[in-house]
């Protein structure tokens, strides 16, 4: 395909050999042409032999592959791609009639970076994360309603925050396709819950810990259960299937606490087991009593969003799993996470065993967690790594 040149430095394409979906500015040689945002390049050797194809954009990454193969990115293209993801949920057995939800695309590690698409029963909610994913909107909608037919209503498009500031592109958070005012029940793991992506966090609810909600189910039974940072409930939903003895759910969000308590509502109306709590963490944490609860869960919102901040995250993850460790009952677990895609496993697990011995408990791992099949990681592309999680028995 015609498409304008970028050509790289020489001896600069052994990462694309080896298929990292990026290329640096600091790999490129000058431009001939003058690209535009959000446009599609063809990039070269220093020896003019066609190495990818993707998406330009200003900046220390300056190409996005969409493909190592020298094709054109037309309709086609997005509906291949969008099939074969979704042919992938489908094999591994998350698309039935108990799990309408799941993530379709995950960014590199479907192959597409820049693009976030979760799907909630008939509702996919499309996250654009570069200049060249928001211009190309539009055709990856139409791919979508071709692969997923009519199981499809609604398609809701979610850029506002995610774009880059300085392209300026203006941006709004709409319907693309359907649209409707009341949130349908998606499920999850059989159980019910009100996706909602016009005004909840990121794309309305975290799919993302799925499996790991489903290992506390199985811990769960004759339990008193702590949900920390509890956003839409799903730990706690959870937990009260697996027969929790009491479920609190904490969020310092009262519209969180609100939505948590919708969630428990429809999966077990009335049920008295459960309260839910709009208060901050550590304050709540402080004021419990030590052994109230035989269960704790801790899944706290990023605290290290760029590079700069892994020293002080890596405080605030000690000092949170320490409290933990102090007031858990003797014979408890705490399910720990971390979703800072720069913080390693390895760095949070040292967090964590430095708050193990700060509290002075005898602490085992049980479990290692990540983040399940519906968010791949491309082996390529390690960045695309950043759910972990611990369980832990406190004796
Ligand atoms: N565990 C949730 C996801 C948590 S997202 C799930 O399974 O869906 C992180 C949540 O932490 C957000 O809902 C946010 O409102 C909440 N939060 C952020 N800072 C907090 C604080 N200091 N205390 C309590 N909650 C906090």
């Known amino acids: 395909m015609n498409y304008k040149k970028i050509k790289l430095k020489p001896k600069k394409e052994e990462s694309l050999r080896r298929f990292h979906p990026w290329v640096f500015s600091g790999a490129v040689q000058p431009k001939t042409d003058s690209i535009e945002e959000g446009e599609v390049v063809n990039v070269y050797t220093a020896n003019d032999e066609f190495i990818a194809v993707g998406h330009f954009q200003i900046g220390s ?23 074969a993801a979704f042919e992938l949920r489908k094999s591994i057995g998350l698309v039935t009639s108990a799990n309408n939800s799941y993530r379709l695309v995950h960014g590199e ?69 359907g649209g409707m005012d009341v949130n349908e029940i998606a499920l999850e793991n059989g ?53 929790a003895k009491l479920v609190h759910s904490v969020d310092s969000s009262s519209k969180a606490v609100m939505l948590t308590n919708k969630n ?48 002080n995250a890596l405080q605030g993850y000690k000092r949170l799993n320490a409290v933990a460790f102090d007031k858990v009952a003797s014979g408890g677990i705490v399910f ?9 496993k390895e760095a949070f697990r040292l967090a964590v065993f430095s708050a193990a011995a700060m509290s002075g408990r005898k602490v085992r791992i049980l479990h290692q967690l990540s983040q399940p099949a519906d968010h791949p990681i491309n082996i390529y592309h390690p960045e695309g790594e950043y759910l972990k999680g611990l369980v832990l028995y406190v004796e």
């Open 109 to 177: 590690g479907d192959n597409l970076p820049g693009l976030i698409i979760d799907v909630y029963g008939e509702t996919a909610v499309i996250q654009s994360h570069s200049v060249g994913m928001h211009e190309d909107r539009l055709a990856v909608c139409e791919a979508l309603k071709v692969v997923l037919g009519d199981t499809l209503k609604n398609i809701y498009y979610k850029s506002e925050t995610t774009l880059p500031f300085k392209a300026n592109l203006g941006a709004e958070n709409e319907y693309l396709y």
């Open 264 to 311: 428990v509502e429809i999966n077990f109306p009335d049920d008295k087991r459960h309260e839910a709590y709009a208060e901050d963490a550590f304050k709540f944490l402080g004021n419990i009593d030590k052994g109230a609860y035989d269960l704790i869960v801790l899944d706290p919102p990023a605290f290290a969003k760029h590079r700069g901040a892994i020293r």
């Open 191 to 243: 159980l019910k819950f009100y996706p909602d992506w016009v005004k909840g966090q990121k794309t309305g609810f975290f799919v993302d810990q799925r499996d790991n909600r489903a290992l506390l189910e199985r811990y769960a039974k004759d339990r008193s259960v702590l949900n920390m940072f509890c956003y839409t409930g799903g730990f706690s939903f959870y937990a009260m299937r697996g027969q």
């Open 336 to 344: 720990t996470f971390s979703c800072s895609q720069v913080i390693t």
């Open 61 to 83: 990454i300056e190409v996005r592959v969409l493909s190592f193969e020298e094709e054109a990115i037309d309709q086609s293209f997005w509906e291949k791609r969008l099939s």
